[in-house]
């Protein structure tokens, strides 16, 4: 079942397609420009990008917002994007290089003892997942947004591609292709 949050984020990837598809070429600007577009288009007033922060030192997280539309209920939501292509290192999964555990089958759930083992020094999609997970408020709704361009197909590192298709984080999550556009999106609920 898909949350009102996990609607308009699909609605947004739906919408901006074509356009993501061309950003996904621009590396250095790619995540800052899904947040931009996030943001403007956002019905929520109060939507902010960048803001929220865990702890006193912490980083700010991705995306912060507080009602998903503005006929909707307040629902107050976390999340983090990160644009992993297939053509990465593997150290992109849990910031090792070792991802055997991740291929082993077709789905990967990922388990506490996946958590624990994220190296902390590199920066990773379950790093994030334990970022979300600090966060003491369960009041707030926390979302993994994981943006995969699959444009270097002349590169593509297989077991990475497969990780990333693989991994399960939540079992409340959607997944959206984008084949024209040269790029998937998997957005898990934490």
């Given at each position: 079942m898909l949350t009102?949050?996990?609607?308009?984020?699909c609605e947004f990837f739906d919408r901006n397609a074509s356009q993501i598809g061309a950003v996904m070429?621009?590396?250095?600007?790619?995540?800052g420009w899904i947040q931009g577009e996030m943001f403007?288009?956002?019905?929520?007033?109060?939507?902010?990008?960048?803001?929220?922060?865990?702890g006193p030192r912490g980083k700010a997280l991705d995306l912060h917002g507080f009602r998903p539309r503005s006929s909707s209920s307040p629902q107050t939501m976390v999340g983090e994007i990160k644009i992993i292509a297939t053509s990465f290192l593997n150290k992109n999964i849990a910031g090792r290089s070792n991802i055997s555990e991740f291929i082993k089958s077709d789905k990967t759930i990922v388990t506490q003892s996946?958590?624990?083992?994220v190296n902390h020094?590199?920066?990773?999609?379950?790093?994030?997942v334990v970022r979300l997970k600090g966060i003491p408020d369960q009041d707030i709704e926390k979302y993994m947004i994981l943006v995969i361009p699959e444009y270097e197909s002349d590169k593509v590192n297989v077991n990475l591609k497969k990780a990333l298709f693989g991994v399960e984080i939540s079992s409340i999550h959607v997944k959206r292709e984008y084949p024209d556009d040269h790029f998937s999106v998997r957005?898990?609920?934490i």
């Open positions: 009102e949050w996990m609607r308009v984020f070429y621009a590396e250095g600007c790619r995540e403007r288009q956002s019905e929520d007033e109060n939507f902010m990008v960048n803001s929220y922060k865990i996946h958590l624990d083992s020094k590199e920066g990773s999609l379950l790093k994030d957005i898990w609920k």
